[in-house]
Nanobody, 126 residues
Framework: QVQLVESGGGSVQAGGSLRLSCVAS????????MGWFRQVPGKEREGVAA????????YYADSVKGRFNISQDNAKNTVYLQMNNLKPEDTAMYYC???????????????????WGQGTQVTVSS
């Protein structure tokens, strides 16, 4: 089993920044794919950013390209999501997810992930 714990959410004004953290524990050697997803009530969970553990490739939703950055610190078993120039439409519950391996075509698909954190709320006011 793998446990994921997110932190770093909060309330900011438009144009502000937040950094989300996701700490993984448990059988983490099995994890190769990790991603950040977000969801608002009444809508499907959507992929925001993803990467491969130990790899260089990163993936982003078009809506966050140039504003968000996903990174990893393997020594701390942590994946980060740096969010800059936040917009009100970024308001959502943000979730961290992990999976043993997903091909690039699936790494941004929420339905493919087996492990999920509890989520952290991000609220951006105009």
């Amino acid at each position: 089993q793998v446990q994921l714990v997110e932190s770093g959410g909060g309330s900011v004004q438009a144009g502000g920044s937040l950094r989300l953290s996701c700490v993984a524990s448990g059988y983490i050697t099995s994890i190769k794919s990790m991603g950040w997803f977000r969801q608002v009530p009444g809508k499907e969970r959507e992929g925001v950013a993803a990467l491969y553990i130990g790899g260089r490739s990163t993936y982003y939703a078009d809506s966050v390209k140039g504003r968000f950055n996903i990174s990893q610190d393997n020594a701390k078993n942590t994946v980060y999501l740096q969010m800059n120039n936040l917009k009100p439409e970024d308001t959502a519950m943000y979730y961290c997810a992990a999976d043993p391996y997903l091909p690039p075509i699936a790494i941004m698909s929420a339905r493919e992930y087996n492990y999920w954190g509890q989520g952290t709320q991000v609220t951006v006011s105009s």
